[in-house]
Every structure is written in structure tokens, then in C-alpha cells.
């Protein structure tokens, strides 16, 4: 590491720039040193994990034993629609998870001192400093299942879409990272907040179904809230349409919206951030 | 609490015979201890109970959805014998068998303690592990249902127009009786795989893949009719293993699903699973402690 970060003290030039990308590969090294050393907790992680995404796969192709389509959405479809769902889940687990976790952790017993100390952005360091390489075979399992779909769809989505989806996903990943550092933040203030926690889970389980599904007197007001004042809805919603569904006149100002969506929850979560740690009083002895 | 200091509950003052305290207040005393420390975190439970509706409420539209496409595709109104109205019905009950035969930790904590040797105490002190791990279980849940009375009464009056009306008075004893084995089934099969920690130290993966199982083949995720037409006989199999009690079948008595004959022989199967894992758990229990040695202090 020491070629990484090299320290301050005694160095007299006041600008030091750490170089973020160095420190990320640093991060991503030394985790995966890590996770090689408990092998077999790392295989045994990975096959968890994807037994789960192979349940859920198998949930949906047993719903559409019953049914040819989910709100206009054919099961190739949804299959591509629940490949970006995994892919999302599978970058914010193996990225940001087990970080913002170890956050509210680090806030609560007072160890965030040392993250202050380090000569980087702290935000930085404490969304990134562990990486959680067993989560990427979600994202391995969701190329599986998006090749998959793509072949038996009767229409191929144009090159457009296949250049700005992998974009939208990264708005996507970027709004639920935002929405999870700044409710792991909130622990400056509360305390302990494994409820908050649950609400996370809550909040983002309305992003992994197709924004038609809700619909009528209560779901009308759901998906206004869930796409403009907490946009989880968009998350999923803006790729996955854009490989499924053609770009016409009702999808352009979605894709446009998450932009600015997208911004709006960095910038948020930012501000929310850094509130925090002006309240941070330490906590320890 | 306030207690005086050389309390000791179930030994009488100036009793001698310590071998034989009086159970009863031992356990008395156990339930009420665990009732208080439960109490402590009512605000969270409260709150936490009327957050796992929410999932629930995605599912309505989905449902809805599915409902829909199926009606205009070929007319039909139910998926695998259920209507709209009983599927919401349906995953809303299984919500309550959850809140029965669910367990968080149970399994985990006690291999735990086999690991961290904190078990010892049990094993020398005269109580029974599981017996006191089932009252702080009952406490739990005593105070679980107390909370959660009010979210859940909401929710479902809410919800009432999925619901034709309340069942039979048959009905609704044989509901209630299998919400209560449903609970000893739950318990005695988590202890029984917390206590594999005997032999293997690390249950969280075994954990992982039970949890995995339960929650796609006891009926929580969706009703087990759905796998009746697969091929392999998958819904056969899956009616044979005892996980449906623990969501689907306490749900699908409520609904008037299983009646007659076939309730009484689910009924009879449910209470013979249930047996089977007391005595399963019973066995476990001696077996390890046989193997278990205990060093240190």
C-alpha cells in the first residue's frame, strides 16, 4: 500500500492528491486477497448466492406457466427486465453492502476517527474500502439470463439501447448507493439503525417489478412517489426498458428524467453525508 | 425488575433439597423474565411488524397484473384453483403461519453457543437448554402477537374485501390448531438444525439452504397448488415434505381449501411431523452432548 498512499506527515506540500483509481484497485487487490484466504467460505458464499438468483429465475418461469405476460411484459422480456435487477443488486452487494453496513458500524463505536485521519475523501474510503467479490457472480448469472433472453427475443434491440444500457445501469447503481450511504449517515444521528436497515429492503423491493404493474387509486400515487421522490423505480425500470421495449415517445422523457435523477440522489446523499459528519462526535473512550 | 439479591427462583427459602427446586416456578419465572426482556423493544417490533407489509403491497400488483393478463388471454379467473381475491387472501394468511412457525436466530444462536462454549451453563446448572429456549421462544411470540396485534388487525381490515367472510367454527379450530403445531414444528426443526452445530461447528450455510427451501416450498412465496402440473411430480414431493406447514397448509385450511376428509388426514400428518421433530430435536441433544467436552472456564 505504500506506494498507494503516501504519507502527509512531514510533507509540506499542502495539495496531496491521492489517486482514487489506485487506492479502488488497492481496495479490490486486498479484498480479493482476502476472500482467497477463507476459500471455502468464499465457494460456499458464491453457491448461496447464486442458488438464490436461480430461485427467483424459477419463480417467474413458474408465473408464466400461468400466464403469457405481466403487464405487457412477455416472459423474454421479463427475463431481461430480472437480469438488470440482478445486475443492480449484484454491483450495489459486491460494492457498496457490506461498506455502508460497516459505516454505521464505524460510526457507532467510534472507529471512523481513523477513516477521518486517512488523507482521502472520506466518503470515498468508506463506500469503497471492502469489495465483496463472491456478490459478482450475481452479475455473471444476469449476463447468463440477459444473452439468454436476447437470443429469443423476436426483435434485437437496436445498438443505441446497447450503448446506454450499461449506462443506466450505472445511474441505477449510483441512485441506490445514494439512498444507502445516506440512511447508513442517518446512524450519526440515531444511534442504531437496524430498522433503517429493513426500510432500505423495503424501499427498493418497489423497484424490482415493471412500473405498469402499479396502477388505480393506490398504486397511481405509488409509482408518482417512487419515481420522482425516492426514483428506486427508475433504477430497473430506464435500462431494462431500453433493451426490452422500443424507444418511442413515452420512454425518451423517463430516460431523460433519470439523468437528472440520478444527479439529484448523488447530490442529495452528498449533502446528507457531509451533514453527518459535522455531527460526528467521536464515540470513543 | 426488582428482586432481592439472594432470589432464587424455584428454590424455597431454607429449602435444602437444591436437587429438587419446583419446576414449575423455574419456568414461571423464566417465561416472565424473557416476557420483560422482549417488552423492551415493543416501538421497533410495532413498527417493524407493519414494515413487512410492505413487500406485500408489490405483491398485490403483481398478482393483479397476472390476473389481468390471464382474464384477457383466455378468459380464465383463477391461477391453480385460487382467484385474485383468494391469492392477496392467501399471502396475507401466510403472513400470520410465518409469524408462528418462523424462528429468527433460533438455530444460529444455538450453535453459537455450542461454539463459544457458552452451552456449558446449561449442561451444569439444573435446566433443560431446549425447554428454557422454547419458553424464551413462547415469551417471544407472546409478546410478538401482543405488539403485533394492531399492525396486523389493520392490515387486514384493510384488506377485508379479499376475504369472503370469516370460516366455519370447524374451520377456523382446525386453523388455529395448525397454527400452534406449526409453531412446535418450527421450533423443534430449527433446534434440531442448531444442534447439528455439535458436529459441525458452522451451520450458516446449512441455514442458509433451509431458509432457501422453506421459503420457496413451505407456501410463502406462492401457493404450493402452482407446482401441482410440473413435470418430476415437483408438487407431489414438495406436498410430502413437512415444510408446508410451516406457511401453506395453515393457510389453505383458513381459506376452506382442505376440508373434510382430507383436513383431518393434514391435520393428523401435521401433528405426526410435529412429534417426529421433538423427538428428532430430543435425540440430537443427547447424542451431541455425549460428544460435546467443554475446557476452560
Not at chain 1, 50 to 64: G, R, T
Not at chain 1, 198 to 215: A, C, G, K, V
Not at chain 2, 41 to 70: E, H
Request: some cysteine; glycine content about 6%.
Amino acid at each position: 500500500m505504500s506506494d498507494v498512499v503516501t504519507s502527509t506527515i512531514g510533507d509540506h506540500a499542502p495539495a496531496f492528491r491521492p489517486s482514487y483509481t489506485k487506492v479502488f484497485l488497492a481496495f479490490a487487490r486486498n479484498s480479493l486477497v482476502r476472500d482467497m484466504t477463507f476459500r471455502s467460505n468464499f465457494i460456499i458464499e458464491s453457491i448461496t448466492s447464486l442458488s438464490w438468483m436461480a430461485m427467483n429465475l424459477a419463480y417467474y418461469i413458474l408465473i408464466y406457466q400461468f400466464t403469457v405476460s405481466i403487464a405487457g411484459w412477455s416472459k423474454m422480456e421479463y427475463f431481461l427486465f430480472l437480469a438488470t435487477t440482478l445486475f443492480v443488486n449484484a454491483i450495489v452487494q459486491a460494492l457498496f453492502m457490506p461498506n455502508c453496513e460497516e459505516f454505521s458500524e464505524l460510526i457507532r463505536t467510534g472507529g471512523l476517527d481513523f477513516a477521518l485521519l486517512k488523507p482521502i475523501d472520506t466518503q470515498f474510503l468508506v463506500s469503497l474500502h471492502k469489495i465483496n467479490w463472491s456478490s459478482l457472480w450475481g452479475a455473471l448469472f444476469a449476463a447468463g439470463l440477459m444473452g439468454y433472453a436476447l437470443w429469443y427475443l423476436p426483435e434485437t434491440p437496436s445498438p443505441v439501447a446497447f450503448l446506454l444500457y450499461p449506462f443506466y445501469l450505472a445511474c441505477g447503481v449510483a441512485i441506490m448507493y445514494s439512498l444507502m450511504i445516506a440512511l447508513a449517515a442517518t446512524s450519526v444521528w440515531l444511534g442504531r439503525n437496524q430498522t433503517l436497515y429493513d426500510f432500505w429492503f423495503y424501499i427498493t423491493n418497489f423497484s424490482r417489478y415493471p412500473l405498469e404493474i402499479y396502477s388505480g387509486a393506490v398504486g397511481d400515487p405509488i409509482r408518482v412517489l417512487f419515481t420522482f421522490i425516492i426514483p428506486v423505480l427508475i433504477v430497473v425500470n430506464v435500462p431494462a426498458r431500453l433493451l426490452a421495449k422500443p424507444l418511442d415517445g413515452q420512454n425518451w422523457p423517463l430516460a431523460v428524467f433519470a439523468l437528472f435523477a440520478t444527479a439529484a440522489s448523488l447530490w442529495l446523499s452528498r449533502l446528507v453525508f457531509t451533514k453527518a459528519m459535522r455531527s460526528y462526535r467521536s464515540a470513543s473512550s | 425488575m426488582s428482586l432481592p439479591a439472594n432470589y432464587a427462583p424455584g428454590f424455597e427459602a431454607g429449602d435444602h433439597s437444591l436437587a429438587r427446586p419446583n419446576r414449575l416456578r423455574i419456568w414461571a419465572t423464566v417465561l416472565r423474565i424473557s416476557i420483560e426482556e422482549r417488552l423492551v423493544y415493543r416501538g421497533d417490533f410495532a413498527l417493524g411488524t407493519l414494515m413487512r407489509f410492505l413487500p406485500l403491497l408489490t405483491q398485490v400488483f403483481m398478482w393483479s397484473a397476472i390476473f389481468y393478463a390471464v382474464r384477457r388471454a383466455d378468459g380464465a379467473s383463477t391461477i391453480a384453483g385460487f382467484t385474485y381475491e383468494e391469492m392477496i387472501a392467501y399471502y396475507l394468511l401466510t403472513q400470520v403461519s410465518r409469524a408462528f412457525s418462523s424462528m429468527p436466530g433460533l438455530a444460529s444462536m444455538i450453535a453459537l453457543q455450542i461454539r463459544n462454549g457458552e452451552i456449558k451453563k446449561y449442561l451444569i446448572q439444573p435446566v433443560d437448554l431446549i425447554g428454557f429456549l422454547l419458553l424464551g421462544r413462547i415469551a417471544h411470540k407472546l409478546v410478538y402477537y401482543v405488539v403485533a396485534a394492531g399492525p396486523f388487525a389493520l392490515v387486514f381490515y384493510l384488506c377485508r374485501d379479499y376475504f369472503s367472510g370469516w370460516p366455519d367454527a370447524t374451520t377456523m379450530l382446525a386453523f388455529l390448531a395448525s397454527l400452534v403445531m406449526a409453531f412446535i414444528m418450527g421450533f423443534f426443526m430449527e433446534a434440531t438444525l442448531g444442534l447439528l452445530g455439535f458436529w459441525l461447528l458452522e451451520v450458516s450455510s446449512l441455514l442458509f439452504i433451509y431458509m432457501l427451501f422453506t421459503f420457496f416450498f413451505s407456501g410463502h412465496m406462492f401457493p404450493i397448488d402452482m407446482l401441482d402440473g410440473l413435470p418430476w411430480h415437483l408438487g407431489t414431493i414438495v406436498r410430502a415434505i413437512p415444510l408446508q406447514y410451516l406457511a401453506y397448509f395453515p393457510a389453505a385450511v383458513f381459506l376452506g381449501k382442505i376440508q373434510g376428509a382430507d383436513l383431518a388426514w393434514g391435520l393428523g400428518l401435521q401433528l405426526f411431523w410435529t412429534v417426529t421433530f421433538i423427538v428428532l430435536c430430543r435425540v440430537t441433544f443427547n447424542l451431541g452432548v455425549r460428544r460435546y467436552s467443554g475446557y476452560g472456564g
